[in-house]
């Protein structure tokens, strides 16, 4: 959940990092919230304090520059009822780099 009214910079480390913890904390006890009244879901962020549910068939954006198509948008394929991949979407196309058998990078074709 990002801050938009208030700056914790120049507060000490440990009230940054409290801060920080109740964030994430209030976003897991949201996305809990959604999941039971939304049911069940194949969307999640993924956190190291536990997995976040989105609402299902949410459409995850990754911005990753300044310019406009430095995005990415994935979202999940069904065949029927069943996730069966995912489709990636971007403005521009793209680069394919494997990096070991079970990643792979994608970059903007240049």
Do not use: C
Not at 33 to 56: K, R
């Amino acid at each position: 959940m990002p801050r938009t009214d208030y700056d914790v910079t120049k507060l000490p480390k440990w009230a940054q990092n409290r801060i920080a913890n109740l964030e994430r904390d209030l976003a897991y006890e949201k996305g809990q919230n959604l999941l039971q009244v939304q049911g069940d879901t194949e969307v999640f962020i993924a956190d190291f304090e536990g997995d976040i549910p989105l609402p299902p068939q949410s459409r995850i954006k990754f911005v990753y520059g300044d310019r406009p198509d430095d995005r990415i948008e994935v979202h999940v394929v069904k065949d029927g009822y069943r996730a069966d991949g995912v489709e990636v979407y971007g403005p521009a196309p793209f680069l394919i780099e494997p990096t070991s058998s079970n990643i792979f990078r994608l970059r903007r074709a240049r």
